[in-house]
């Protein structure tokens, strides 16, 4: 849930505390069907409480719901609204799963507070995308398909949660923006400073828009603020750490969309008033090369996706007053849900996408007419090799060179030269110990080191792909196997191997 309404004059809206919302009430669940208690654990210390909710008579897809900014419990409870917790329960209903967990912010949220520098260092991949990668992770093996529903700030990070290595099948945009944090509470700053003017305090809405016009000159330098200023409380940007908003500057939301291709739905309601049309409109016009994107909008729907009886209040009762009324996701929205879930899931198995999209163009150089099936070899190479390497490196691109294929006895087989740019997940280089111990002992190589370690990188792959053609000519990713050139100099010895054996053990960094 979108809680960083509004950061204007301090205190008037809380933005970002940990202590803004209770845990989920027990409540009965529906006929048909069944609760299942989870954990999800990323492994670094946060374990979280879960809720699988399943039909009696089983499932062979599943939906993972992940929060919007701030804490939130499983149900994302707001006012008298429980939106999670309805998609479950009218999802089970009709043959998807949906796992549903208590957000890291809201469970740890007093530890994480009393830690002053955990606190201080705190990013949207500590908040939010290591958790939703571990929940995606946890269903992979008891279903088919695994699908994401990200509501509201987290319907912007759903492609990265997939290259950080979730690995789902597709997403569903509930109410998110493709826009910065701070963009959106500059706008809605402003619509506030409109109303105080509208009822005759135009000293009160001049000094927001002022102070507006400042957040936004630091908004402006926040990736060239240096580690130490990033942790200093007067560069935060409208209440928010610029370490943590630093986080979002490497996430190309509508970049990764089009270049993973995997199907998304972006669903929005047109009475939201945090996260608008205006969103809406971007996500149609930043997704119109995509493959397989689609969009819905609800015209009485507000945030919570449930139709509010009443006159427009004031941007800053949105939570007192409008979100005070109970106004269930409605059953239009669910059922929309499940149906695209289940036509989606239902599509021949292939690697999204008969045309790549526009985005990976300049990825591929093309084998030319004999090449057709170049681009879901391509995508299913990138796949693995995110998966792979994400929870080591930041994954930047891949390109595929040198191709070649040919098919016999119903097998495809591609040659070709694979390179993959990365990076390290950025940090201070002077924090890292080899970097550090350089620098004490007075080495020569201190400088090279600590230029190198947030640099692009590159890692180049002589490959082979190998797997059988089904009979509806598609590719049966469950046959395919990667093959490595191993022959020392000149010549082609190939041997199977998957992207991970490249990983060499006690070689790679830690995540910051």
Same mark, same amino acid.
């Given at each position: 849930?979108?809680?960083?309404?509004?950061?204007?004059?301090?205190?008037?809206?809380?933005?970002?505390?940990? *202590?803004?919302?209770?845990?989920? %009430? *027990?409540?009965?669940?529906?006929?048909?069907?069944?609760?299942?208690?989870?954990?999800?654990?990323?492994?670094?210390?946060?374990?979280?409480?879960?809720?699988?909710?399943?039909?009696?008579?089983?499932?062979?897809?599943?939906?993972?719901?992940?929060?919007?900014?701030?804490?939130?419990?499983?149900?994302?409870?707001?006012?008298?609204?429980?939106?999670?917790?309805?998609?479950?329960?009218?999802?089970?209903?009709?043959?998807?799963?949906?796992?549903?967990?208590?957000?890291? *912010?809201? =469970?740890?949220?007093?530890?994480?507070?009393?830690?002053? %520098?955990?606190?201080?260092?705190?990013?949207?991949?500590?908040?939010?995308?290591?958790?939703?990668?571990? =929940?995606?992770?946890?269903?992979?093996?008891?279903?088919?398909?695994?699908?994401?529903?990200?509501?509201?700030?987290?319907?912007?990070?759903?492609?990265?949660?997939?290259?950080?290595?979730?690995?789902?099948?597709?997403?569903?945009?509930?109410?998110?923006?493709?826009?910065?944090?701070?963009?959106?509470?500059?706008?809605?700053?402003?619509l506030y400073a409109d109303e105080?003017?509208?009822?005759?305090?135009?000293? $009160?809405?001049?000094?927001?828009? =002022?102070?507006?016009?400042?957040?936004?000159?630091?908004?402006?330098?926040?990736?060239?603020?240096? +580690?130490?200023?990033?942790?200093?409380?007067?560069?935060?940007?409208?209440?928010?750490?610029?370490?943590?908003?630093?986080?979002?500057?490497?996430?190309?939301?509508?970049?990764?969309?089009?270049?993973?291709?995997?199907?998304?739905?972006?669903?929005?309601?047109?009475?939201?008033?945090?996260?608008?049309?205006? $969103?809406?409109?971007?996500?149609?016009?930043?997704?119109?090369?995509?493959?397989?994107?689609?969009?819905?909008?609800?015209?009485a729907l507000n945030h919570v996706?449930?139709?509010?009886?009443?006159?427009?209040?004031?941007?800053?009762?949105?939570?007192?007053?409008?979100?005070?009324?109970?106004?269930?996701?409605?059953? +239009?929205?669910?059922?929309?849900?499940?149906?695209?879930?289940?036509?989606?899931?239902?599509?021949?198995?292939?690697?999204?996408?008969?045309?790549?999209?526009?985005?990976?163009?300049? $990825?591929?150089?093309?084998?030319?007419?004999?090449?057709?099936?170049?681009?879901?070899?391509?995508?299913?190479?990138?796949?693995?090799?995110?998966?792979?390497?994400?929870?080591?490196?930041?994954?930047?691109?891949?390109?595929?060179?040198?191709?070649?294929?040919?098919?016999?006895?119903? *097998?495809?087989?591609?040659?070709f030269l694979y390179t993959m740019?990365?990076?390290?997940?950025?940090?201070?280089? $002077?924090?890292?110990?080899?970097?550090? %111990?350089?620098?004490?002992?007075?080495?020569?190589?201190?400088?090279?080191?600590?230029?190198?370690?947030?640099?692009?990188?590159?890692?180049?792959?002589?490959?082979?792909?190998?797997?059988?053609?089904?009979?509806?000519?598609?590719? +049966?990713?469950?046959?395919?196997?990667?093959?490595?050139?191993?022959?020392?100099?000149?010549?082609?010895?190939?041997?199977?191997?998957?992207?991970?054996?490249?990983?060499?053990?006690?070689?790679?960094?830690?995540?910051?």
């Open positions: 849930m979108m809680r960083r309404l509004i950061a204007i004059v301090p205190a008037l809206v809380l933005l970002f505390t940990f *202590t803004s919302c209770s845990r989920t %009430e *027990t409540t009965e669940t529906p006929g048909g069907v069944t609760e299942e208690e989870v954990t999800v654990n990323a492994g670094s210390g946060y374990p979280l409480d879960g809720l699988l909710a399943l039909p009696e008579s089983g499932a062979k897809v599943a939906l993972v719901l992940v929060h919007g900014s701030g804490p939130a419990d499983k149900d994302e409870t707001i006012g008298a609204n429980k939106p999670f917790r309805d998609i479950a329960y009218a999802l089970a209903g009709k043959d998807v799963a949906v796992l549903r967990y208590d957000k890291r *912010t809201l =469970a740890y949220g007093a530890e994480i507070a009393g830690d002053a %520098e955990a606190m201080a260092k705190l990013t949207v991949y500590d908040e939010t995308i290591y958790d939703a990668v571990a =929940a995606v992770k946890l269903l992979k093996n008891r279903f088919e398909k695994v699908y994401v529903l990200g509501h509201s700030m987290s319907g912007g990070l759903l492609a990265e949660i997939n290259a950080s290595g979730a690995g789902c099948d597709g997403y569903i945009v509930m109410e998110g923006t493709p826009r910065k944090l701070y963009e959106l509470s500059a706008e809605q700053n402003l105080l003017e509208g009822d005759g305090k135009t000293d $009160d809405a001049e000094q927001i828009r =002022a102070f507006v016009r400042s957040e936004l000159t630091k908004a402006a330098q926040l990736s060239a603020l240096p +580690d130490a200023d990033a942790l200093k409380a007067e560069n935060a940007v409208f209440g928010m750490g610029a370490w943590y908003l630093r986080s979002f500057e490497g996430i190309d939301t509508l970049g990764l969309h089009l270049k993973d291709g995997k199907p998304v739905l972006v669903l929005q309601g047109g009475r939201d008033r945090q996260v608008t049309e205006k $969103d809406f409109d971007l996500w149609k016009a930043g997704l119109s090369a995509h493959p397989d994107a689609a969009f819905k909008l609800y015209p996706m449930g139709e509010y009886q009443g006159e427009t209040v004031p941007f800053s009762e949105l939570v007192t007053r409008e979100y005070a009324q109970s106004t269930p996701v409605s059953v +239009d929205v669910t059922n929309d849900i499940c149906d695209w879930i289940l036509n989606t899931a239902a599509k021949p198995p292939r690697l999204s996408g008969e045309s790549a999209p526009t985005g990976s163009e300049n $990825d591929i150089e093309t084998g030319g007419d004999g090449a057709q099936w170049q681009p879901l070899v391509k995508q299913y190479m990138d796949d693995k090799f995110t998966q792979a390497f994400s929870p080591y490196y930041e994954v930047l691109r891949f390109t595929m060179t040198n191709y070649e294929e040919n098919t016999s006895d119903g *097998t495809l087989t591609a040659t740019t990365h990076r390290n997940y950025y940090k201070d280089p $002077d924090t890292v110990l080899y970097i550090k %111990e350089a620098k004490e002992s007075g080495s020569p190589y201190y400088q090279t080191y600590y230029d190198e370690y947030n640099a692009d990188k590159e890692g180049n792959f002589d490959l082979q792909f190998t797997a059988k053609l089904s009979d509806d000519e598609t590719i +049966d990713i469950s046959t395919a196997v990667i093959w490595n050139n191993s022959a020392a100099t000149g010549g082609a010895v190939y041997t199977p191997i998957e992207a991970e054996d490249f990983i060499m053990p006690g070689a790679v960094p830690s995540r910051p």
